[in-house]
T-cell receptor
Framework: DQQVKQNSPSLSVQEGRISILNCDYT??????FLWYKKYPAEGPTFLIS?????DKNEDGRFTVFLNKSAKHLSLHIVPSQPGDSAVYFCAATGNTPLVFGKGTRLSVIA | KAGVTQTPRYLIKTRGQQVTLSCSPISGHRSVSWYQQTPGQGLQFLFEYFSETQRNKGNFPGRFSGRQFSNSRSEMNVSTLELGDSALYLCASSLQAPGGLEKLFFGSGTQLSVL
């Protein structure tokens, strides 16, 4: 049973536009959510996180929104750049090992 | 500061063999976690070690095992390899036990191919 779901395997966005990556979770005990980015032949790298006591966290071009009632979070990238092309993993924890989604491959087209 | 180092980067084995993968965490990090990544399955948690003790274990068969040494370096072993074990095996380290504010730092992984 998947506790963290990323329902879009891939997403294509024009350079300069907004990229929105979505993630749903089922476990109410999760209280901390993270996004990791992965380039081919490299390990995932931490991008941004949000605690369940917040509904928004911003870091430069990256913003994560959390809707606890809907058990949904999203990552917004504005403006999108070709270097953002990568696989993005949503992850969650409730003082447990991180549970990852299957990832969304983002392609930013110049 | 050196990152997480995993060796070897690539490995080819045949069914029935066993394999040992190695991970050196970032200096000072005491927790090491292992994940398996397969196409379409994302990252699936294998196990986590903290100060030489296995604290958490994922839903994998007993053929998958690991250990952590006193210098925090970790190894994972897979015995009686099956074709389905072909995957990227990722090691991650953190200062304390993972969870909450504790970020994981990943190595580049070991790509295992089972023929």
């Amino acid at each position: 049973d998947q506790q963290v779901k990323q329902n879009s395997p891939s997403l294509s966005v024009q350079e300069g536009r907004i990229s929105i990556l979505n993630c749903d979770y089922t476990n109410s005990m999760f209280d901390y959510f993270l996004w990791y980015k992965k380039y081919p032949a490299e390990g995932p790298t931490f991008l941004i996180s949000i605690s369940s006591i917040k509904d928004k966290n911003e870091d430069g071009r990256f913003t994560v929104f959390l809707n606890k009632s809907a058990k949904h979070l999203s990552l917004h990238i504005v403006p999108s750049q070709p270097g953002d092309s990568a696989v993005y993993f949503c992850a969650a924890t409730g003082n447990t090992p991180l549970v990852f989604g299957k990832g969304t491959r983002l392609s930013v087209i110049a | 500061k050196a990152g997480v180092t995993q060796t070897p980067r690539y490995l080819i084995k045949t069914r029935g063999q066993q394999v040992t993968l190695s991970c050196s965490p970032i200096s000072g990090h005491r927790s090491v976690s292992w994940y398996q990544q397969t196409p379409g399955q994302g990252l699936q948690f294998l196990f986590e070690y903290f100060s030489e003790t296995q604290r958490n274990k994922g839903n994998f068969p007993g053929r998958f095992s690991g250990r952590q040494f006193s210098n925090s370096r970790s190894e994972m072993n897979v015995s009686t390899l099956e074709l389905g074990d072909s995957a990227l095996y990722l090691c991650a380290s953190s200062l304390q036990a993972p969870g909450g504010l504790e970020k994981l730092f990943f190595g580049s992984g070991t790509q295992l191919s089972v023929l």
